[in-house]
């Protein structure tokens, strides 16, 4: 079956651009999370949602990030005025529920953002 | 403050051999602990987790050892294989949501 799809994969922005980075979870899977990995470096939690219930925004680095999942399937990243700093490996997860320990995030491939 | 840490950095086996890395943490309200493999250019995938009421699991050659009172936890893997060469991730949560990574391993498993 289908995994996690992120879009796009690869992402160039001029400093100063927004994005808008997209996630669909796999079908029917309650939990998403957002993650920011730098080269060389683990997955850092942004924030997480269940269904479209935002309940941990924590992880966001400023107020340029911003997340939605308005229908609880697809959600959407989206950074504002990007700085050289925002450049990353931006990874979602999804899993089926939360109320199961030991329930198995699926990741997705990730989108790369260069910021130039 | 880092909330997992792992070691070594990165970690050169040969085959058939061992591959142990090692996390300790910070939190003792942690209760859920797994275990990723990073291959380039994928996301991580979901290898063996372990919850803090048991001191062992083991999954084919994959293995965590959990010490409550250490706060610590390893990944052993067994009989090495050059398909295993990847970055492996130790991770720690509470109630399943906010997930704290470690910095990474790279294994690299020579034939």
Redesign the interface.
Known sequence: GAGVSQSPRYKVAKRGQDVALRCDPISGHVSLFWYQQALGQGPEFLTYFQNEAQLDKSGLPSDRFFAERPEGSVSTLKIQRTQQEDSAVYLCASSLSRLAFQETQYFGPGTRLLVL | QQQVK?SPQSLIVQKGGISIINCAYENTAF??F?W?QQFP??????LI?I?PDVSEKKEGRFTISFNKSAKQFSLHIMDSQPGDSATY?C?ASR??????????TKLNVKP
């Open positions: 792992q209760d859920y797994p990723y250019g994928k996301g991580p995938a979901l987790a919850r991730f991770a109630n399943f949501n906010k997930f704290y990574f470690g910095s990474g």
